[in-house]
């Protein structure tokens, strides 16, 4: 395969089994899509500013070797495909936990989202002129204390979805970071981040995934709850019966 070719193949090869898998009878995400696309499209915009910003600032940059060459504000096509593949993949693992799994608001995951919140904020706060780090971690500590205040039952999915998806991500964003290959696709200045490698995935990575999936599954779930209230004015209501 021609190195050109390889951030598009990893987008693609992101999205083709949970897109094919959308269809299986006892999945039916594509059920869903309505209360998926429009969320995806927001969060995108937001990214590809705040990408966009980043690239001109010199935080990241992006290996013309292993991109196709068609460009938006500096950025690759790969890379705004990315705000489209990457959430489709987080947000249909998510869907398929809520098949299998049950929700439940309870104190366990309460107290662990307090604490990652608080230790997110205080390191944030800590680097605030390292700022890819900053900026991630103290995002992600103001979205979570969203769901966090609010006690919703989904946040123990959430969790459990993003573990799972951390596999696939470790492999994807290796090979963009240069892991199995001789150079990395996305370029990190380390002089905006803590410098601390998983492998060869900065730390910041990770949190900047969670910070992804999350702005789409709260969105996602707030057209749902939004569907499931209409349904609910729609219902006409029994009549009494007075003896």
């Not at 897109?19 to 696309?37: D, R, T, V």
Request: hydrophobic content about 50%.
């Amino acid at each position: 395969m021609p190195a050109n070719f390889t951030y598009i193949t990893i987008d693609l090869l992101c999205l083709i089994f949970p897109f094919l898998l959308s269809f299986h009878p006892k999945i039916k995400f594509f059920n869903q899509w309505k209360y998926f696309f429009f969320p995806c499209l927001l969060t995108a915009t937001f990214f590809i500013g705040w990408d966009i910003l980043f690239t001109h600032m010199g935080v990241w940059s992006f290996n013309e070797n292993y991109v196709l060459g068609f460009y938006f504000f500096n950025l690759p096509l790969e890379e705004l495909l990315f705000f489209i593949c990457i959430p489709y993949a987080c947000v249909f693992t998510y869907h398929c936990m809520k098949i299998f799994l049950t929700s439940s608001s309870n104190n366990k995951t309460h107290i662990f989202s307090l604490i990652l919140l608080t230790a997110l904020a205080f390191f944030g706060l800590l680097n605030l002129s390292k700022l890819y780090t900053s900026v991630t971690f103290l995002l992600l500590a103001f979205l979570l204390a969203i769901p966090t205040i609010k006690r919703v039952a989904y946040m123990f999915i959430f969790y459990i979805s993003f573990l799972i998806i951390l596999l696939p991500f470790f492999i994807s964003n290796g090979i963009l970071t240069g892991s199995f290959i001789e150079e990395p696709v996305v370029l990190y200045n380390n002089t905006y981040n803590l410098g601390l490698r998983m492998f060869t995935i900065p730390v910041e990575d990770t949190f900047y995934g969670m910070l992804l999936m999350l702005i789409n599954v709260i969105l996602y779930e707030f057209l749902l709850e939004r569907k499931g209230n209409k349904k609910d004015a729609k219902s006409p209501l029994k009549p009494t019966i007075e003896r």
